[in-house]
T-cell receptor
Framework: EAQVTQNPRYLITVTGKKLTVTCSQN?????MSWYRQDPGLGLRQIYY???????DKGDVPEGYKVSRKEKRNFPLILESPSPNQTSLYFC???????????FGPGTRLLVL | AQSVTQPDIHITVSEGASLELRCNYS??????LFWYVQSPGQGLQLLLK??????LVQGIKGFEAEFKRSQSSFNLRKPSVHWSDAAEYFC??????????????FGKGTLLTVNP
């Protein structure tokens, strides 16, 4: 089944403890992206990747890192999480940047 | 930079009634337009999309949307709402944002409540 998977789905952590949210797609898509969703703000892009080893900042990149060493994986790294990073995170992929994006199930993060 | 406005934060309709969710976008050229739906606790599901051609597009679950260039709008409609349509709906525009990037910009969403 074609899909985007994220792990973990739910995570509670404390301020400053490094964490990684994994994202994987099995559709051989070139383009991948991370979004955060906050009430009243909709979805905002954090980082995107046009292809392997090519990443760039979205609208709200502060406090996040990404890497794209393989086409299928695009992990989101929070080196030192803070409470304002409590949010619902979505990973998405598409064949290219200009086509339909397919979203993962989301990861709900709570930073205490 | 592109932007998307969904003027209605929350809409309540009765089951069986018709529905129209509004979406206006700002972009210098013809964008790619999408509607996504998010059910409670779920991810985002694509309802429909407009890339080019016929300005009235059909989607899943009986939804349709009409692209009106003169009004910069892409409103979502359904003739008869079902209780299972209760969800949050997001309009999005995929537009060129510099370099080689096309960015998906979302509106803030419209929450739909369906009364029995």
């Amino acid at each position: 089944e074609a899909q985007v998977t994220q792990n973990p789905r739910y995570l509670i952590t404390v301020t400053g403890k490094k964490l990684t949210v994994t994202c994987s797609q099995n559709m051989n898509h070139e383009y991948m992206s991370w979004y955060r969703q906050d009430p009243g703000l909709g979805l905002r892009q954090i980082y995107y990747s046009m292809n392997v080893e090519v990443t760039d900042k979205g609208d709200v990149p502060e406090g996040y890192k990404v890497s794209r060493k393989e086409k299928r994986n695009f992990p989101l790294i929070l080196e030192s999480p803070s409470p304002n990073q409590t949010s619902l995170y979505f990973c998405a992929s598409s064949p290219t940047a200009q086509l339909t994006q397919y979203f993962g199930p989301g990861t709900r993060l709570l930073v205490l | 930079a592109q932007s998307v406005t969904q003027p209605d934060i929350h809409i309540t309709v009765s089951e069986g009634a018709s529905l129209e969710l509004r979406c206006n976008y700002s972009y210098g050229a013809t964008p790619y337009l999408f509607w996504y739906v998010q059910s409670p606790g779920q991810g985002l599901q694509l309802l429909l999309k407009y890339f080019s051609g016929d300005t009235l597009v059909q989607g899943i679950k009986g939804f349709e949307a009409e692209f009106k260039r003169s009004q910069s709008s892409f409103n979502l409609r359904k003739p008869s709402v079902h209780w299972s349509d209760a969800a949050e709906y997001f309009c999005a525009v995929d537009a060129y944002s510099g370099g080689s990037n096309y960015k998906l910009t979302f509106g803030k969403g419209t929450l739909l409540t369906v009364n029995p």
